[in-house]
C-alpha cells in the first residue's frame, strides 16, 4: 500500500506543473528570466476540496430531540452545553467489531441508550470493506464515539473485527486514509491527533466530568495498530503535500 489513490497525485501534480508553466502565444516572452520556485513549494495554499474523496450520504436520524440530548450529554460530561462540532482537531478510528456496515448504520440510527444515557453512539463515517465512505452526520454535529473526546472529535468507524482485519485491506486503507488525509486538509488537523479508539485517554484534549466514566475506553486501534496506520498516513499526506504537524503527545491517564 503506496496510499493514496493515483487520480489525487494526478491532481496534485497537474496544479503543481500548471503552476509553474509560462503562458504559450505569439506574445509570451521568450527569455523568462529565473526559474519559479521548485513545484514542492508551490502548493502551499492546497485547496483542500480537491482531495474530498467519494463519499456517500447516509444520514442517520439527527433531529433536535437527538439534539438536545447531545447537547445536554455534553454539559454533563464536558461542562457546556452545545451539540455543536467546532473546528474539530482530532479524529477518532474504530472498528466496527461487525463485518456489515448496514448493521452498524441501523446500531447508530437506533439511538438506543449506552451505558444508561441517550443520545445512543454515532459516527460520523462508515467504511465498508470494499472501500466505501458512507457518512451519517453532518461535520459542524457532535457524535458520541469516544468517552473523553465527543466535544471535539470526529468519528471513522471501519467495518470488521480486528485493526488487523482493517490494516490488511487495501481498498478500506486507501479509502482511510484519503478521508482523513481530507478531514486534516480541511482542518488542520495534525498527524499526532489522528488516533485510535483505545489511546482517547492518553490525549491531551480529553476530558471527563464523571468521575465514574474517566477511565472508560475500548480497545479499537491501540498503539501498535496506531503506529502502522500513522506510517501510511504520513506517506499519503506527503503524496498529497499535506503538512503533517506535530507528533503524538500522550498525557499520562492515571487509569
Ligand atoms: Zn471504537
Known amino acids: 500500500m503506496t496510499g493514496l489513490g493515483g487520480r489525487l497525485v494526478t491532481a496534485l501534480v497537474a496544479m503543481a506543473v500548471a503552476a509553474t508553466l509560462p503562458s504559450a502565444g505569439p506574445g509570451a516572452p521568450r527569455f523568462l528570466g529565473p526559474p519559479r520556485a521548485a513545484a514542492a513549494e508551490v502548493p502551499a495554499e492546497i485547496d483542500p476540496a480537491l482531495l474530498r474523496p467519494e463519499i456517500v450520504w447516509k444520514p442517520i436520524p439527527y433531529g433536535s430531540k437527538r439534539k438536545r440530548q447531545m447537547a445536554r450529554y455534553s454539559r454533563r460530561h464536558y461542562g457546556v452545553r452545545s451539540w455543536r462540532l467546532v473546528d474539530p482537531p482530532v479524529i477518532v478510528q474504530h472498528y466496527t467489531a461487525g463485518l456489515s456496515w448496514r448493521s452498524a448504520w441501523n446500531h447508530f440510527a437506533s439511538n438506543d441508550p449506552w451505558n444508561g444515557e441517550r443520545p445512543g453512539t454515532c459516527t460520523h463515517f462508515i467504511i465498508d470493506r470494499d472501500g466505501t ?123
Open 133 to 255: 465512505i458512507y457518512q451519517l452526520v453532518r461535520l459542524h454535529v457532535r457524535c458520541r464515539h469516544v468517552v473523553g473526546l465527543n466535544h471535539v472529535a470526529i468519528g471513522i468507524e471501519h467495518v470488521g473485527t480486528s485493526d488487523r482485519m482493517v490494516l490488511d485491506d487495501p481498498q478500506q486503507m486507501r479509502s482511510s486514509l484519503a478521508l482523513t488525509v481530507w478531514l486534516q486538509a480541511r482542518f488542520g488537523i495534525a498527524i499526532g491527533d489522528v488516533i485510535g479508539h483505545a489511546e482517547a485517554l492518553e490525549h491531551r484534549l480529553h476530558h471527563e466530568l464523571v468521575e465514574s466514566w474517566r477511565c472508560l475506553v475500548h480497545a479499537d486501534f491501540p498503539h501498535r495498530a496506531m503506529r502502522e496506520y500513522r506510517d501510511r498516513l504520513r506517506e499519503a499526506l506527503t503524496a498529497a503535500g499535506v503538512p503533517a504537524g506535530h507528533g503524538v503527545d500522550w498525557r499520562p491517564s492515571g487509569c
